[in-house]
């Protein structure tokens, strides 16, 4: 290469850090909680692209004190030699480049993509520093720094070693970043779920600002997934079905386990990215299960010739699943860029389920007859569900006749301008009362911990006080029932208090949400209130704060005397402050929640209430020291 040649790299390579800098969310997401993890998971996907190409079997992941992160893998080491077209070493060829596909051409089934496998360059340009050490087939150690996305050291022999593996140390830019919180949580569950995908992976997270240590491997790996998500579930067979096929191309591998619950819980994922918007594999899935499902039944004549085919939605009650597909060019897309699109794969999975479900189910007629008469179970009581709303229905017994006690309802009868304040606690529920506009505003207060949802079938969810008021108020029904033309309130607003117990209240409110009144979330319909944490008097001026951040920059720039005041609770506003900084439309913050967001609460949620003590225990410590915060 000559000179010139060179140059223009070097050039590219600082148009493209800067490119980098300048609209970090177009490449991680967002410059939040979310997008530290991102970077962490970027770097961790390259070791578990190692794995998947066969040669690591651990990896490595430390939270430093600094605050800076350590990822190590037992790989091969990313090659230290000259790359041949770029004409500079590989690994600083890899730290620098955007990878905008076939630039490097690796083989394997590389995370690519969604939102991860924008490349490790992504981490690098947005790192105050990155520090890359290979230990080398060569008995070598190589080490080369960078700042910023700039290089600050060639690559350079610092020592020797008999190993070989990859370990990546940065520190995401405060620049950027602001101050640097961890989700802890949400990072031991994504590796925890890495460890499920990859039986044949260890994967170790040392925090060593909380002190807390976990090793997560599972010998059974998606078996296992399975097994844990169906705890206390009531199964219909002891052992998950596990179908799988493998090929150069692709991969398959599904364990599925039938269970008494009304739940599906089906988790589909390719290349070890959670799709959670479903696509090609999902339905591939789902017209096997429902086909073979009527087939089998057919000629056990479980099912007679005038009866009607089972429907999947009623093969799929109770059902918990995983699918893992591996495929060496993924395509994802939908709204968050979490469906697979892949057209071919809906066959492949198809045809796989189709072939060996079938085959489990001859060699195990007794599971099969289970299956089967909980499906045909379902459907009756589906059936008869139905008749008997619609007995309801003509009976004229319409929900809105009788709303809950507790409503405060609003005068206006137009629910594009109606909002409904859910609110924690009676006292600040009083509060609320007088600071509302009632023309348009009404409040329901919440008494006390909502129930624990995860495990609470529909009856017993239908049975709780608090979300019957809920979905009473609302009007339009839940799940199958659900009609939006009947909602009452356009904006449905929690309101909860802005420490840890809040966020426990809100989380359960949206899990419930997410699992009952999606189309909600949905169509938008449903807001989260930002009271703030602290009021600052300076002089005659008042001023409200939202954040510990925004005190620190205040207090940064603040000249003069102020007195500060922390909110405990709602309840300790008086109604003209809550009527000013969360109520009235002109001045308050509202965030509206997305299904992502309703997503992690589902996840959080299940974390917290599942049976995972070792991580509900994380969980709380952590927020104890106050380092991790449920971002919702
Ligand atoms: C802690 C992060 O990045 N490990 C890692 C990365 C690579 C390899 C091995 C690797 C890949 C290949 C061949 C290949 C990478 N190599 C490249 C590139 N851990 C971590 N471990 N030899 C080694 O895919 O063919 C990019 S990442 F481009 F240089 F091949």
């Not at 699992?515 to 008042?542: D, F, M, T, W």
């Not at 008086?574 to 000013?580: A, G, Q, S, V």
Request: contains cysteine; proline residues 3%; glycine residues 8%.
């Amino acid at each position: 290469m000559s000179l010139h040649e060179y140059d223009v790299h070097s050039i590219k390579v600082l148009e493209d850090m800067e490119a980098v800098r300048r609209r970090p969310g177009m490449y991680i997401g967002s410059t939040g909680p979310d997008g530290l993890l991102h970077l962490i998971y970027e770097v961790v996907d390259n070791a578990v692209d190692e794995h998947l190409a066969g040669y690591c079997d651990e990896i490595w992941v430390i939270v430093n004190e600094d605050k800076s992160i350590t990822v190590r893998d037992n790989g091969r080491g990313i090659p230290v030699g000259i790359h041949p077209e770029a004409g500079i070493n590989t690994v600083e060829l890899v730290m620098t480049t955007l990878h905008a596909g076939g630039k490097f051409e690796r083989g394997g089934y590389k995370v690519s993509g969604g939102l991860h496998g924008v490349g490790v360059s992504v981490v690098n340009a947005l790192s105050e520093w990155l520090e890359v050490e290979v230990r080398w087939k060569d008995g070598k150690v190589y080490r080369q720094r960078f700042s910023r996305g700039r290089k600050v050291t060639e690559l350079e022999v610092v020592g020797e070693t008999e190993e070989t593996g990859t370990t990546v140390s940065f520190l995401p830019d405060r620049e950027i970043f602001g101050e640097l919180r961890y989700n802890f949580t949400k990072l031991a569950q994504r590796l925890r779920e890495l460890a499920y995908l990859n039986p044949g992976l260890t994967i170790h997270l040392d925090n060593r600002i909380t002190g807390l240590r976990r090793t997560f491997h599972y010998k059974g790996g998606i078996v296992s997934f399975v097994k844990e998500l169906a705890t206390g579930k009531d199964p219909l067979h002891k052992d998950p079905i596990y179908l799988s096929d493998s090929r150069p191309d692709r991969a398959v591998e599904i364990a599925m386990l039938f269970t008494n619950a009304i739940d599906e819980e089906v988790f589909t994922f390719a290349n070890c990215i959670n799709t959670r918007e479903g696509g090609t594999h999902l339905t591939g899935f789902r017209a096997a299960l429902t086909r073979v499902i009527n087939d089998y039944a057919r000629e056990k004549r479980m099912l007679g010739k005038n009866d009607e085919n089972l429907p999947g939605e009623a093969i799929r009650e109770g059902l918990v699943a995983i699918i893992s597909v591996k495929l060496t060019s993924p395509e994802f897309e939908g709204q968050t860029k979490m469906k697979l699109g892949n057209p071919w794969v809906r066959a492949y999975v198809e045809e796989v389920v189709r072939e060996q479900f079938y085959q489990y189910l001859v060699k195990n007629p007794g599971v099969a007859r289970a299956i089967i008469e909980k499906s045909i179970a379902a459907h009756r009581a589906r059936q008869a569900a139905a008749k008997a709303r619609q007995l309801v229905r003509r009976k004229g017994a319409l929900v809105s006749l009788s709303l809950p006690g507790k409503l405060a309802d609003c005068t206006s009868e137009d629910p594009t301008v109606a909002e409904l304040f859910i609110v924690e606690g009676d006292s600040a529920g009083g509060s609320a009362k007088q600071a509302r506009d009632r023309t348009f505003q009404a409040i329901l207060p919440l008494r006390g911990k909502v129930l624990n949802v995860e495990k609470a079938g529909l009856s017993k969810l239908l049975d709780n006080q608090e979300l019957r008021a809920i979905i009473t108020a609302l009007g339009t029904g839940i799940r199958e029932e659900f009609d939006i033309t009947k909602l009452r309130y356009h904006k449905i607003i929690l309101l909860t208090d802005a420490d840890i117990d809040g966020a426990h209240i809100r989380t359960l409110l949206l899990t419930f949400f997410f699992r009952n009144l999606r189309p909600l979330i949905e169509h938008g319909h449903v807001y989260i209130a930002q009271p703030p944490l602290y009021s600052v008097q300076v002089g005659k001026e008042r001023i409200y704060l939202y954040s510990d951040e925004e005190l620190e920059r205040f207090r940064q720039s603040a000249n003069g005397r102020y007195t500060v005041r922390r909110f405990k609770g709602l309840g300790e506003m008086n109604p003209r402050e809550l009527w000013e900084t969360t109520m009235n439309p002109e001045t308050r913050v509202l965030k509206k929640v997305t299904i992502r967001d309703a997503l992690e609460a589902d996840e959080i949620f299940s974390t917290l209430m599942g049976p995972d003590v070792s991580l509900r225990r994380a969980f709380i410590q952590e927020n104890a020291h106050r380092v991790a915060v449920l971002d919702i």
